[in-house]
Each structure stands twice: as C-alpha cells, then as structure tokens.
C-alpha cells in the first residue's frame, strides 16, 4: 500500500536570493506547484531577508537601504512523504539555514 500522506517542509533563508533558488529547486526539480508554494517573513517584522544579496547589492556604492533587512524569510510547501528527504536536501543545497517537517 502506498503513502499518499503529505508532509509540510518549512526552510529558512538569509537572503532572498536563496528563497528564490530553492522555490525553482522545489517547482523543478520536484514538480510542487508554485501555487502550493508560499514565501514569507520567519517572522513577525516585514523583511527581505537578513543579508544583502541580487539586487539588494548594489556593487557600485555597497548594500541598498531601502529594503527591509529585519530577518530569515521562510519557505515552505506541502510535498508526499516519499518526497521528503530529496526536498530537505535540495532546499539544504539552495542554502537553507534550517529546514524542518511536519
């Protein structure tokens, strides 16, 4: 009998750039559907994350200021439970700082 359960992942990222590269990691690599995807603050201060990265990082005169660096933003999406370890590695691999299921 199969396992047809699913199981939420949750990822924290630094950057936004890496939340990115793990929400094309989880629609690529692991056919999630990007509406079954959500993005937000870890949280409860508005954020793009705790680090300057992509566009954030002007390399002409060093980080921009006019967003919100106030902390980790959070990843998440519910996957099948034989998914599981491939998605934890793969968000691991996009640079998750913690990753957890539930």
Known sequence: MADDSTKTIRATFETREAADLAVEHLVQQHGVSRPDIFVQSASDRNTAGAAPSGGDASHDEGARHDA???????????????????????????????????
């Open 68 to 102: 919100p660096l106030e902390g980790e933003i959070e990843v998440s999406a519910d996957v099948a439970s034989s998914q599981v370890a491939a998605v934890q590695r793969s968000l691991g691999d996009a640079g998750a700082l913690h990753v957890s299921s539930r």
